[in-house]
T-cell receptor
């Protein structure tokens, strides 16, 4: 079936370090891919998305490229800040509708000064 | 900004009690969702609604029901709460037009003793 696999956390980094959070997926057809972020005490917010192969989503210094050949959508940021500490969720929808949105388990990121 | 408000942030209930979780959105969105969030499992869809009085089961509807009598309000009901329903519950909504972004509430953390 369709699924999303994320690297286990927590990921602990120092400020200004490079961040990669791995995400791979299994899906039939051509899903749309998303990264959501959940800051402490808040709901999830859409961070970025990509709807077709080789698309790059970007927002707030974060980037992810839709790689169909490796079925991956890894999240990267060149220089993290303490304010980036949050839980990050990779997700896919294979029908274009949010009623079919499938989430990964989430990866907690802790950034220290 | 679209607001999705979950009226209860923290609830503690006893096994067998009937529990109501309320969600209200203020932007006339047609579609509303209830998810539960558990560590290591990500978010799982319980129920969704695409119109007033319309509802569809998600991936884990057992033990839950929902009510949508008005467009802005979507209620999740636990008819007889059990300890395995201790979790974080997230409501979300989106519009069929416009930006089509899924917007989440801050969550309701339910503990069943």
């Amino acid at each position: 079936g369709n699924s999303v696999t994320q690297m286990e956390g927590p990921v602990t980094l120092s400020e200004e370090a490079f961040l990669t959070i791995n995400c791979t997926y299994t899906a039939t057809g051509y899903p749309s891919l998303f990264w959501y972020v959940q800051y402490p005490g808040e709901g999830l917010q859409l961070l970025l998305k990509a709807t077709k192969a080789d698309d790059k989503g970007s927002n707030k210094g974060f980037e992810a490229t839709y790689r169909k050949e490796t079925t991956s959508f890894h999240l990267e940021k060149g220089s993290v800040q303490v304010s980036d500490s949050a839980v990050y969720f990779c997700a896919l929808t294979y029908s274009g509708g949010y009623n079919k949105l499938i989430f990964g388990a989430g990866t907690r990121l802790a950034v220290h000064p | 900004d679209v607001k999705v408000t979950q009226s209860s942030r923290y609830l503690v209930k006893r096994t067998g009690e009937k529990v109501f979780l309320e969600c209200v959105q203020d932007m006339d969105h047609e579609n509303m969702f209830w998810y539960r969030q558990d560590p290591g499992l990500g978010l799982r869809l319980i129920y969704f609604s695409y119109d007033v009085k319309m509802k569809e089961k998600g991936d884990i509807p057992e033990g839950y029901s929902v009510s949508r009598e008005k467009k802005e309000r979507f209620s999740l009901i636990l008819e007889s709460a059990s300890t395995n329903q201790t979790s974080m519950y997230l409501c979300a909504s989106y519009s069929n037009s416009g930006a089509n972004v899924l917007t989440f509430g801050a969550g309701s953390r339910l503990t069943v003793l």
